[in-house]
């Protein structure tokens, strides 16, 4: 069973799968920190605020003596469109690259073409051939 699991680990597409991964964890870092650095300052200067921190306020809370802000229920729009930005970026950065390595594999020869067999009629004629010396 342990000689099974070494196989299956270290077949090359679950190793591929596995950097894969960690690559994209670590570029995720990257798309977050563009987005929370540049695109969301820029965007803030269109509604005065920043981005990340927009939010709808539902019920206003009280606060307390630490200047801490209880009970409030917020919608945080902010995060949730700064996430949805991050996510369209990875996605387009991952669409380029999937084009980029699809580009520069090599074109597969169309497969040869499967022989054709006997047309309808040759079937019939052959059935009606062996009917006959049957008889």
């Keep these: ?4 699991f070494k196989d299956f680990a270290m077949k090359g597409n679950l190793v591929d799968i596995a950097v894969g991964f ?12 563009f987005t929370g650095g540049i695109v969301s300052p820029l965007i803030g200067l269109i509604f005065k605020a920043d981005f990340k921190e927009l939010k709808w306020i539902v019920k ?8 801490e802000v209880l009970d409030q229920v917020a919608v945080l729009y902010g995060a949730f469109l700064t996430n949805i930005i991050d996510f369209i970026i990875v996605a387009f950065v991952m669409f380029l690259i999937i084009k980029g390595i699809n580009a520069t594999k090599k ?3 169309p497969a040869p073409e499967a022989p054709k067999g006997p047309s309808q009629e040759e079937l019939l004629a052959q059935i009606r051939d062996l009917l006959a010396k049957q008889k």
Excluded: P, R, Y
Excluded at 1 to 4: I, T
Excluded at 22 to 33: I, L
């Design 1 to 4: 069973m342990l000689k099974e």
């Design 22 to 33: 960690v690559m994209g964890a670590a570029f995720k870092q990257v798309v977050t920190s």
């Design 60 to 67: 206003e809370g009280s606060v307390n003596d630490a200047g």
């Design 107 to 109: 074109k597969e020869a």
